[in-house]
């Protein structure tokens, strides 16, 4: 994601669902569906522009979870961990 590609991933409990948002910078399909994998695989194949519009969004990924963002998060949580 980060170099400007939208990801395709089964949405499987705590993983994917918590870092590509379906249809703005990727795709989401129910667990083990092996049949909407290959539907939205075919879906980003089918129109070659989808895969540009939704990557630049995609690219947006390292504001989110780049090492300052994740940094300032565990400190937060430290902070917060430690004054209780």
Do not use: N, Y
């Not at 590509?20 to 569906?33: K, M």
């Not at 980003?44 to 994740?70: H, N, Q, W, Y």
Request: hydrophobic share 40%.
């Amino acid at each position: 994601m980060a170099c400007g590609l939208p990801a395709v991933a089964f949405d499987c409990p705590f993983g994917p669902g918590e870092i590509i948002r379906h249809q703005e910078d990727g795709l989401l399909v129910p667990p083990e569906d092996v049949d909407a994998l290959a539907e939205a695989l075919d879906s980003m194949i089918s129109d070659p522009d989808r895969p540009g519009r939704m990557g630049e969004t995609a690219r947006k990924i390292t504001d989110r979870f780049g090492l300052e963002s994740v940094m300032s998060q565990w400190e937060d949580l430290l902070t917060r961990v430690t004054a209780g």
